[in-house]
């Protein structure tokens, strides 16, 4: 399995900005796809955006372009810049590297950053 570890949450109020970190145990060329995930209190894990091998990235339309996906591919690491930050913003955001195929085929999660916008 592919291990991946976020950092980077914390507290801000409305407006604010964080940027999240993911660094993955292998280098980032050799999975299919890395993205950014987060679930909120009582609601369903959401996709927030994920970037492929390739680069191409795909964002929910809540972010609205306030977030952006991309990668330090020296570090192996993903990251997410969270701009212009709303209360329902509020959640742990997990990330996830997904591979399609060979001996860590699958979803691979992080243990969860929270994030928390205040009003």
């Known amino acids: 399995q592919v291990q991946v570890v976020e950092s980077g949450g914390g507290l801000v109020q409305t407006g604010g900005s964080l940027k999240l970190s993911c660094a993955a145990s292998r280098s980032i060329f050799s999975i299919n796809s890395m993205g950014w995930y987060r679930q909120a209190p009582g609601k369903q894990r959401e996709l927030v955006a994920r970037m492929n091998a390739g680069g191409s990235r795909d964002y929910a339309d809540f972010t609205k372009g306030r977030f952006t996906i991309f990668r330090d591919n020296a570090k192996n690491t993903v990251y997410l810049q969270m701009n212009s930050l709303k209360p329902e913003d509020t959640a742990v955001y997990y990330c996830?590297?997904?591979?399609?195929?060979?001996?860590?085929?699958?979803?691979?999660w992080g243990q969860g950053t929270q994030v928390t916008v205040s009003s």
């Open positions: 996830n590297a997904w591979m399609s195929s060979g001996p860590y085929a699958g979803d691979s």
